[in-house]
C-alpha cells in the first residue's frame, strides 16, 4: 500500500547560498496492508522527516513514494489524510480545539468527502466515532485539550486520528514520556487497531514496545536504511544496533549474555520459562 522507490529528502538551506542538508538518502521500502512495522535509528537519523514523507507533509527531493499507487507529489494533502493517518512526536503540535470532544470531531471534518451522506447522516456519523473514541480512550469530551496531563493529551491526539478510521496509520512515538499503564493502555488500541487490519508503522525509542509489539523493523542510521526485517532478529542484531547507536532491548541483553539455550528470548516470559527448562524444571 506504500511504497519508498529510492526517496532522498534534504531541507532548504537555511543560509543563503548553502548547500542543502541531506536528510534522507536513496531509501526504499514497502507496507503491505496489516503490516507492524517500528522504524528505529538514533536521534536526528531522520525518522520524524521519513513519516512526514509518508502522507505528503514534505514531498521526496527525488524518488518517489506512492500510496495505493497514488504519487504523493500529485495528490493534495487533505485526500491523502483520508487514508494515511499521522500522530505527531509532540502531541502538542497537533492539538488546536477548545474541547476534547471538538478535537476528535475536528479530525472528522474532511474524512467523509465524496461519501454521499446527507448532513444529518454526517452529523450522526460524527457523533457515533467521536463518542466511540471517548470511551476507547476512557476521556472526559468535555475537557480542554491543554489542561490534560501528557499522556492525556497523547491520547487526546491520537484518538482524533484513530477516529477517521486510517487503513495506515503512521505513529511518531506514540509512548514517549508516558508511564507503563499509559504506554500500555495506547499500545493495546494500537494492537487492536492492527488487528483489525490496519497497517502501522511506529518509530520508537523503546526497544521493550518494539520487540513485543512489532512484526517487522526498519532501522534507519544518518538518513539511510540500514537494516529491515523480521522484529524479532532486527532487536537481537548488536552490529546493527551498533551502527545505529542503539541497544537491544535489557532481556535481549541478558539473553544473548547467556548465550545457549537462550537464543529465543524477547520477554520477561520467555525468560522465566528457559530459566525453569534450564534448571530442569521446565514442562
Ligand atoms: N524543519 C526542519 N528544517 C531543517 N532541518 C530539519 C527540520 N526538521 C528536522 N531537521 C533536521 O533533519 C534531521 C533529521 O531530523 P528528524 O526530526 O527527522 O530526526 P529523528 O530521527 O526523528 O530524531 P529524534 O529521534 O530526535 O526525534 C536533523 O538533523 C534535524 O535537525
Ligand atoms: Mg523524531
Known sequence: MLSFDHVSFSYPAYAAGAAPQGIITDVSFEISRGEFAALIGENGAGKSTLCRLCNG????????VTLDGRDTRSVKT?????????????????????TVREEIRFGLEYAFAGTGLSPAELEGEKNRRCEEMLELFGLDGNRDPFGLSRGERQQCALASVLARRPELLVLDEPTTGLDYRECMTIMDIISGLHAEGAAIIMISHDMEVVADFARRCLVLSRGRLIGDGPAKEV??????????????????????????????????DDMVSAVERAAGRGK
Open 78 to 98: 487533505s485526500v491523502l489524510a483520508r487514508s494515511v493517518g499521522y500522530l505527531f512526536q509532540n502531541p502538542d503540535r497537533q492539538l488546536c480545539q477548545n
Open 57 to 64: 507533509l514534505l514531498k521526496p527531493v527525488s524518488g518517489k
Open 235 to 268: 532487536v537481537r542484531n548488536k552490529k546493527l544496533l551498533d551502527e545505529a547507536s542503539l541497544l537491544p532491548p535489557q532481556i535481549v541483553s541478558l539473553a544473548l549474555g547467556l548465550g545457549r539455550g537462550f537464543e529465543e528470548i524477547f520477554t520477561i
